[in-house]
């Protein structure tokens, strides 16, 4: 991923911490056959290894967990994002040297992934993921809501993985580039916005 220096976020926890929050990740995989990208919602163990460890699963009719992978494979993490109108900038009334451009976050996870069968392990990562999930839900579920059989049976039909991570990406792209005064013309004009997500990214531009 290009990242100037302006937009690079080196921080792991701050990664750990947004992967977090984005949940659904796009996880790639080099083929012989080409590329193969499922999305999926994957869970960051911070404690594993230097980088950290995604854990997640696919179903079992997914071909990708059946294709050698070439290399590492890639979770794509996409965050907050909108687009920025060159009219929300102060210099466009003093110059109109200015030009439209896309705030975003983004982090990019790589790793050999390890595809797995093992009911156990199955069984632990879908809890972990169920949990972290209902955790904000006032009545949250439980794996063990279900019949036990219900779930072994759910289990056969998924295959796990597991991606030590040898290398994080970070991209926190939010006008730092521009002057104050851009800067809060921008958080103006997407706190504004009908849309919901442009609204969500007004607050992380810098101020001052």
């Known amino acids: 991923m ?30 012989a056959e080409g590329l193969i990208a499922t999305p999926l919602p994957l869970i960051v163990d911070s404690t594993e290894g230097p980088y950290g460890t995604l854990y997640g699963h696919v179903a079992r009719a997914n071909s990708q967990w059946k294709t050698a992978p070439v290399g590492e494979a890639l979770a794509l993490f996409m965050g907050a994002n909108a687009y920025i109108t060159p009219s929300w900038y102060a210099t466009k009334r003093e110059t109109g040297m200015v030009v439209p451009t896309w ?41 063990t809501d279900a019949p036990d059989s219900f779930i072994k049976s759910q289990l056969r039909g998924i295959v796990g993985l597991r991606i030590p991570i040898t290398r994080l990406e970070g991209k926190r792209k939010m006008s730092q ?26 607050p992380l531009v810098p101020k001052g």
């Open 103 to 143: 705030n975003y976050v983004a982090v990019h996870a790589y790793g050999t992934v390890e595809f797995f069968e093992d009911a156990d392990r199955l069984l632990d990562v879908v809890t972990r993921l169920t949990n972290l999930h209902e955790a904000p839900r006032a009545q949250p579920w439980a794996v």
């Open 177 to 202: 580039n521009r002057n104050a005064a851009d800067r809060a013309g921008v958080v103006e004009g997407l706190a504004a916005s009908e849309r919901p997500s442009d609204r969500d990214v007004a």
């Open 2 to 31: 290009y990242i100037p220096p302006a937009f690079r976020e080196d921080d792991a926890a701050a990664l750990h911490a947004e992967m977090r929050a984005i949940r659904l990740a796009q996880l790639v995989t080099a083929t």
